[in-house]
């Protein structure tokens, strides 16, 4: 029981010496806690729904979000027939037709979520030179995840501290490594209004946004933390038995 | 199988039961756990969210005129969407009393009597039968000739002559407006 | 084939035919094993039953993924969202691998520990050792499957090593990379070694195991089986150990999956490979950081062998110096249990390996570069040099008479180095 102890905070060890191992400085995130942190967390279908209003009302303007089909968006609770008028909003192209020229046609809720522009020259084109990157899995492809998200959607300040320059057409954030990135800051009081009535902080448009993109990056994540619980509880129970079956089987050498 | 190993004989009987118990139980619980934990494995080459999506099709039939015939992609598969003439319409009910050898009556087989929707697919080994342009051979019965055994289908795509042994299947669908047909 | 009987007709017709049951039965029930293994023993069978989980998350997978530069990275996401369970899956892939190391670093800690390395078990040892160096060299050709940034990078970098080779260095790279550099021909040949590769795995297991059973396993106390007294048979002892060890791997296994999936991955590799952007920090999947560090300590060209050259010559000796392991540490003495000197060194070795481990995971800057250095000498120092010290000078406890004998170890022959220990069996 012993050695089992201390293999077990072997492996715990190792793990936690690789995350360390692995862990990235930077500045201090802020952490607003967020609906689906913990063992037992889940997404708050309100704050997804307010998060998608900020995403379709202010980012997708300039952000793709490539991974997302259109058809998902039913895991935040939008209803079919509101996800298939979002769908429309955008063209996309399709064809040829018999006539052998392209076309655009309105997006379908099986198309992917349709980007703002055609391809990644034009994006950058239309935003100085930088193309603002996809939303998808942002919430998971920096250090910090969405308490990183979080903190550089408030990061940005008016004028940078003393000594800092920001060149021309970037803008300031406390946050961003090297501190100067292409995107405007957006997050303001009263950015959007709540169709639900939820007053718009920029505290609460950053934590319902950033919910959104938690969820475009992890949309499994209810029914794993979920499915989680059930494996665990029948492990403990197996586990348990194959303990007591182990001790039964070797009282007599014991 | 073969006979396991002798072990220690416990001490009472009620420790050999305990032990039973404790043997069947556990087993149990493993094998129910291990046939349960195949499951994800299994269903994950069910078909995936992606290709359920795009399992039904809308056409936008207003262009199609009476006597012509589009063919659309549903689910992999050419569906034939045919506008039928009033000829052809009385050629397919008047078959009706004929021994077919797959009977059904036209009417079984349409919702709009105009409209005539059909899986592509002959019944036999999977070509893609001719008909669909005027031009196209037709076989006998003005409807659909398979060109690689020489099936017929009549003009509700019942097989008359020929080797498949099936009529042409009609798939779910359903006319979501007077210009609009989804199918599936 | 001797002692199989059976009543029942099928298993006899098929005995008579393919002798499987007889087999079964000698090497997996009756085979006699050492009656005082501890559950460090465990991880044996729990490394292959992670390598049986990693084949079939793995081959579901490989259903569904398309190993094509301008499609693998959105194979994978539709993995992640459409296909049924496909989270699943790909998250006992990804974090399957890292228990596999886990386990199996474990497992030769253990060796290293008990000295099961040593005669009559060097082959059994050799086999260990080529099984790590395929498993690491599917790890990193399944690392680049994903196709994010570190599976770009990590593959440029590691490649380009081989550049280091004198006289047919670049060469040998355009071979390997089927190109001017990691793209599609890459990853096309990278996705089918590894695929292959994990069966060659299992073979290599089943030799393993085979070379076990020859000499029978070793055991805490590191002295031979004696009498039958020794032992007990495999099964049910030992079976419902290892089930009840499997219980618990996977409970420790299943937290991290549905709880923690990406907490040994870089949140960079979540970005689709770029040619032209290299990320901040280039950094391998943990179980070969130590080797990274190694790799990077040296740093100066000696006459007309670049350092590249060096750490390239290094981080392949690191490895490759533990198939000398039974004759580099010459003690007669097989358990650290009996050798307190040992001891200590074993437990600084470990320091060591997970100092350097750290240190790889880091940038290359500062007092780390020099920290990095002396945890890589000191690796090969306690390799060549305090090993073959240790066996020539330390002072060794005294052994029990046997496994079965009673707990006080009076019984036993002279104390030091001249004490009986490496008697057959």
């Known amino acids: 029981m012993q050695k089992l102890i201390r293999t077990v905070l072997a492996a715990a060890f190792v793990a936690g010496a690789s995350q360390i191992a692995l862990a990235h400085e930077g500045p201090e995130l802020t952490s607003p806690g967020f609906s689906f942190d913990g063992v037992f967390g889940r997404y708050d279908q309100a704050a997804l729904k307010r998060g998608y209003q900020v995403f379709h009302d202010v980012c997708s303007n300039c952000h793709s979000l490539r991974f997302v089909a259109y058809r998902s968006l039913t895991g935040i609770g939008l209803t079919e027939d509101e996800v298939k008028t979002i769908a429309a909003e955008r063209e996309i192209q399709a064809g040829p037709n018999d006539e052998g020229q392209m076309f655009m046609r309105p997006g379908r809720a099986s198309d992917h979520y349709i980007p703002p522009f055609p391809n990644e020259k034009a994006a950058a084109a239309a935003n100085g030179g930088a193309a603002p990157p996809d939303l998808s899995l942002m919430a998971k492809a920096r250090a910090g995840g969405p308490d990183y998200v979080y903190s550089f959607l408030l990061g940005f300040e008016d004028a940078p501290p003393e000594g800092v320059t920001i060149p021309e057409g970037k803008f300031y954030n406390k946050i961003f490594p090297g501190h100067a990135v292409s995107m405007p800051p957006q997050v303001v009081d009263d950015l959007v209004t709540f169709a639900d009535g939820t007053k718009a902080t920029k505290e609460q448009i950053a934590h319902d946004v950033v919910t959104f993109l938690a969820w475009s990056a992890e949309p499994e994540l209810d029914v794993r933390k979920s499915l989680g619980l059930w494996v665990m509880g029948f492990l403990t129970v197996l586990t348990a038995l194959f303990y007591a079956l182990k001790r039964q089987i070797w009282k007599d050498i014991h | 199988m073969a006979d396991s190993a002798p072990h220690a004989q416990p001490a009472s009987m009620d420790g050999q039961t305990r032990r039973d118990f404790l043997l069947y139980a556990t087993t149990t619980v493993g094998v129910v756990g291990t046939a349960l934990s195949l499951w994800p494995f299994v269903h994950s080459m069910n078909p995936a969210a992606d ?16 006597g012509q015939a589009v063919t659309v992609l549903w689910r992999g598969k050419p569906v034939f969407v045919r506008r039928r003439t009033p000829e052809e319409i009385a050629s397919a009910t008047a078959a009706d009393g004929e021994s077919l050898r797959d009977p059904q009556k036209d009417a079984e087989r349409v ?8 899986v592509g697919v002959c019944t036999h080994l999977g070509c893609v039968p001719s008909g669909q342009k005027p031009t196209d051979p037709r076989g006998e019965f003005g409807g659909w000739f398979c060109p690689c055994h020489g099936s017929q289908y009549d003009t509700s795509g019942r097989i008359r002559k020929g080797p498949a042994p099936l009529n042409l299947e009609v798939p779910p669908y359903a006319f979501t407006s007077d210009t609009t047909l989804r199918i599936g | 084939m001797s002692g199989f009987k059976t009543n029942n007709k099928v298993v006899g017709w098929v005995e008579e035919r393919l002798p499987i049951f007889s087999m079964l039965q000698h090497s997996a029930v009756e085979y006699p094993t050492p009656k005082n293994l501890n559950y460090f023993w465990n991880f ?5 039953f992670c390598l049986v989980m990693m084949i079939l998350t793995g081959l579901f997978l490989a259903m569904q993924y398309t190993p094509n530069t301008a499609m693998a990275f959105d194979s994978v996401e539709r993995i992640m969202r ?8 790909r998250y006992l892939h990804m974090n399957g691998a890292t228990m596999f190391f886990i386990l199996v670093y474990i497992h030769i800690l253990r060796g290293l520990y008990y000295g099961s390395y040593k005669a009559p078990r060097e082959v059994l040892w050799w086999i260990g050792i080529i099984i790590y160096l395929v498993m690491m060299g599917t790890a990193f050709m399944g690392y680049v499957l994903p196709w ?23 060469y040998v790279v355009t071979l390997l990379w089927g190109g001017f550099s990691v793209d599609n021909p890459t990853l096309n040949r990278f996705f089918v070694l590894h695929f292959l590769l994990p069966f060659v795995i299992f073979g290599l297991v089943f030799v393993h195991v085979w070379a076990l059973h020859t000499v029978k396993s070793n055991n805490p106390l590191g002295i031979d089986i004696k009498t039958p007294q020794d032992t007990i048979p495999f099964h049910p002892y030992y079976t419902i150990k290892d089930l009840f060890g499997i219980g618990v791997f996977l409970m420790i296994y299943m937290v991290f999956v549905f709880w923690m999936p990406g907490a040994f991955a ?12 290299t990320p901040a920090h280039i950094v391998p999947e943990w179980y070969f950081l130590p080797f990274y560090a190694i790799l990077r300590s040296f740093t ?26 039974p004759w580099l540490d010459s003690s007669k003495v097989r358990s650290a249990k009996f050798r307190p000197l040992y001891k200590q060194f074993f437990w600084i070795f470990v320091a060591d390996c997970l100092v350097l481990g750290y240190v790889g995971g880091q940038p290359a800057e500062g007092v780390l570069v020099r920290i990095g250095q002396i945890a890589a000498a000191y690796y090969f120092f306690h390799l060549l040099v305090l090993l073959p010290l240790l066996g020539k000078f330390e002072k060794t406890k005294p052994l029990p008479a046997s496994i079965s004998a009673p707990v006080i170890r009076g019984g036993g022959a002279a104390a030091g180095a001249t004490a009986q220990p490496m008697e057959k069996a």
């Open chain 3, 44 to 48: 044996g069978s729990l490394a292959a």
């Open chain 2, 51 to 66: 290709t359920l999506a795009l399992s039904t099709t809308d056409v936008d039939i207003s262009a199609i005129q009476v």
């Open chain 3, 148 to 170: 994010g940034q570190l599976s770009f990078w990590g593959a440029t970098v590691i490649t380009n090593l081989f550049s280091a080779i004198p006289v047919v260095g670049k």
């Open chain 3, 266 to 277: 870089e949140p960079a590799n979540a970005i689709q490979a770029n040619p032209l952007v």
């Open chain 3, 82 to 89: 459409d296909v049924n369970y496909g989270w699943l899956l």
């Open chain 2, 111 to 118: 919702q709009k009597p105009e409209w005539l929707i059909l």
């Open chain 3, 300 to 325: 100066q060209d000696i006459f007309f062998i670049s350092a590249k050259l060096q750490g390239v010559i290094g981080m392949f000796s690191a490895i490759i110096l533990l198939l000398f392991l």
